[in-house]
């Protein structure tokens, strides 16, 4: 026998399904072999102290032109008072949003922004355009399909481009005299630019962490320098997926002694001390235990409402910072508030960590003071907590003699031996400093310890829920408790419906509720309860118990007790001829009415709804795309259409059905039937006939 023959369509789906296997394959193996991109830069710094000045999450909008015009009239005007040794701009550059902020797009128009509001800044500041460093945030990739594409302004319009430093890795180097500092920036962007709200995450690929580790290896392996390092991205590390085989930044950081990680990405909303200390566990030699490393991880509140930024420093090797708010451009630029930052000994909350053994402890203070007017007196003051914040000691601070002409360090010797304690709140440290014009600042009273011992720092829960919870493993909990409540909320009814099926009692009991209860008095849960089981149930049943029902409350003259009775005995034909002599019109208004067009209500207002949605999204990503999309686009109103015309073809069966069961033998034609019971319409005279004709033989046969 010849097999049948197949047709060439059959193939096609086969075709397509092994074709885009093919190129997710081919995808995935070309990310994990590409090869990262490294620039590297080397600066000359003054001694050993060092200090950058970060900003973060600045939005320039189309839509609010002042955060450009800020950006290079307040930021230009602090940085000239600074004066830092960088720049460092971490990620979400421009806002890629609409007016209506509903849809995400790659604006041209808020990258020229961009470029001439650093332009302007580089004039008014003196600071080198090589010393900025701008690295990408997610919403630099809204929309932009890959590195290089038309879309892609961050490689035409950012500082970084105009020095052709385009690569995923920026590292920078600050060389002084016995001491180098790494700057170590990181791209964890979509390698394919997803709008938002999608794109949210960081998403680092195997051979970038593997990059990012083989740069900090390759400082470890010059033992004749002192190191540190500190580490700039856009994404907190709880906003930071794992790699393709689970790799992840942390124990990196730790093994090679990162001091800092600094970021943007969650803005000052969430919190403005969203500080975190990672503590991991290294094995240095194979023949030595593990060694306890740490990390500070520090997240920068944003420029786009809040005007923030930090100045960070190294000071031999101790990282502290400090963030500021700058003032409204209402004010004169050269109005800057003067600011303090203790450089050494370090806020023992936030910057303080664990010492090495080999180091000693520093019999130093050192402060930057950073103002416009000239300074002549700086104080710092010791208070011991455990004495009422009793002064214990007063040391004035000089300017340091070893710097070059008007660099502002402040420099004082102290005995850090007395200020040992087994407490890292024990003591604290408040510095006082008069400019040339009387005006006193003060800077913020802060525990330090001289041994490195960190003091507990509680979060806010808002802060701790987005900054300490490792997202990426709460997404899958959240994800799957989702599918699993949404599948037992459907399957629910269900479940219950069979193991209540055969009950009897059951089916006697929610009879006589539907018909003897008072529906004012039914609890809202009870309700809720009774329409999911009742309404999965036999669809005859459950029919002529709400007919039922409405004849109940419509008829005066219908006793309860005698509905009751014929359920109660199964007399249903019985029942439900009786519910035919009542006024039907009025039950198929109450019950086949209002309900079934509440429902009809609910579901046309989430059609409206999705609607809505899908125009969004037309408007974000094309018409096309959704239009295409039918399991977007195309399938709820679809499945509304076919739920309306599957109800309607249910009910008028239901209807059909409890008229056949209902009619009695004697009635061959449901207009006789009618006719009899009260409603509108003719019998047919075959009918009649046949009826009569019927009846006589039925009395001949008897009289025989």
């Not at 520093?362 to 010791?382: C, E, G, K, M």
């Not at 009260?678 to 009649?688: F, Q």
Request: proline content about 4%; overall charge positive; glycine content about 4%.
């Amino acid at each position: 026998m010849a097999s049948p023959a197949i047709s060439s369509s059959a193939f096609l789906p086969f075709f397509l399904l092994f074709f885009s296997l093919f190129l997710f394959l081919s995808s995935a193996d070309e990310t994990e072999n590409a090869a990262e991109l490294v620039s590297r830069e080397f600066f000359p710094m003054d001694g050993d102290l060092a200090w950058v000045v970060q900003v973060s999450d600045l939005h320039l909008s189309a839509y609010h032109p002042e955060r450009a015009e800020e950006l290079a009239g307040l930021l230009g005007s602090a940085i000239r008072v600074i004066r830092p040794d960088l720049l460092l701009v971490t990620g979400d550059i421009t806002d890629a949003k609409n007016s209506k902020r509903t849809s995400t797009r790659q604006d041209e128009l808020e990258w020229i922004q961009y470029r001439n509001a650093m332009d302007t800044l580089v004039k008014q500041s003196g600071l080198e355009r090589r010393r900025i460093f701008d690295i990408r945030g997610n919403h630099d990739k809204y929309g932009v399909p890959y590195v290089g594409s038309a879309l892609d302004f961050f490689s035409i319009y950012s500082v970084s481009s105009q020095f052709k430093r385009l690569g995923t890795i920026q590292s920078v180097s600050l060389v002084g005299d016995d001491q180098r500092y790494i700057f170590l920036g990181i791209d964890d962007t979509m390698r394919i630019g997803v709008r938002g709200p999608s794109n949210l995450f960081g998403h680092p690929t195997g051979n970038r962490i593997r990059a990012v580790e083989a740069e900090l290896q390759h400082s470890d392996n010059n033992s004749g320098v002192l190191f540190t390092k500190v580490v700039f991205g856009h994404f907190p590390m709880s906003f930071t997926a794992s790699a393709e085989k689970g790799e992840r930044y942390e124990p990196v950081f730790a093994r090679h002694s990162v001091s800092a990680y600094i970021c943007g990405h969650l803005h000052s909303k969430f919190g403005k001390q969203l500080w975190r200390l990672h503590t991991s566990e290294v094995l240095s030699h194979v023949n030595k235990p593990k060694t306890v490393e740490q990390f500070w991880e520090w997240e920068l509140g944003d420029w786009k409402e809040f005007r923030f930024i930090r100045i960070l420093a190294i000071d031999r090797g101790d990282v502290s910072f400090m963030d500021i708010k700058l003032s409204s451009t209402n004010e004169p630029p050269s109005d800057f508030k003067t600011a303090i930052l203790v450089t050494y000994p370090m806020d023992s909350r936030s910057m303080s960590r664990v010492k090495d053994h080999t180091q000693q402890v520093r019999n130093d203070i050192n402060a930057l003071v950073f103002s416009v007017q000239p300074i002549l007196n700086v104080t710092a003051n010791i208070l011991d907590s455990s004495r009422d914040f009793k002064m214990v000691e007063e040391i004035p601070l000089q300017p340091a003699t070893d710097s070059s002409k008007g660099k502002p360090l402040y420099h004082a010797k102290w005995n850090a031996e007395n200020y040992i304690s087994a407490s890292a709140t024990r003591y604290w440290l408040h510095l006082l400093v008069i400019d040339s014009q009387g005006k006193q600042t003060a800077s913020i009273l802060r525990p330090f310890s001289v041994e490195g011992k960190t003091a507990k720092f509680s979060p806010s829960w808002l802060a701790f829920l987005v900054f300490d919870l490792q997202w990426e493993e709460v997404f899958h909990v959240l994800q799957w408790s989702n599918i699993s409540f949404l599948i037992l909320l459907l399957c629910f009814p269900k479940i219950v419906n069979l193991l209540m099926e055969r009950n009897s009692s059951y089916q006697k009991w929610a009879v006589s509720v539907s018909i003897s209860s008072s529906i004012v008095q039914r609890k809202f849960v009870f309700r809720l309860f009774w329409f999911l089981i009742e309404g999965s149930r036999v669809k005859t049943l459950c029919f002529s118990a709400e007919r039922s029902a409405a004849c109940f409350y419509s008829s005066k003259n219908t006793k309860c007790s005698d509905i009751q009775m014929h359920f109660d005995t199964g007399n249903y034909r019985t029942f439900i001829q009786s519910y035919n002599c009542t006024t039907r019109s009025f039950g198929c208004k109450i019950c086949a009415g209002w309900l079934r067009k509440a429902l009809l209500f609910a579901s046309a207002v989430i059609a409206c709804l999705h609607f809505k949605l899908v125009s969004g999204m037309m408007e974000a990503y094309g018409a096309a795309p959704v239009a295409l999309s039918p399991a977007v686009s195309w399938v709820p109103p679809l499945l509304l259409a076919a739920a309306i015309i599957y109800s309607t073809n249910e009910e008028s069966r239901s209807v059909e059905t409890m008229r056949e069961a209902t009619k009695p033998e004697e009635y061959s034609d449901y207009s006789c039937y009618d006719e009899k019971m009260g409603v509108k319409g003719h019998c047919h005279s075959s009918s009649r006939r046949s009826s009569r004709a019927g009846t006589a033989g039925s009395a001949r046969t008897r009289k025989k």
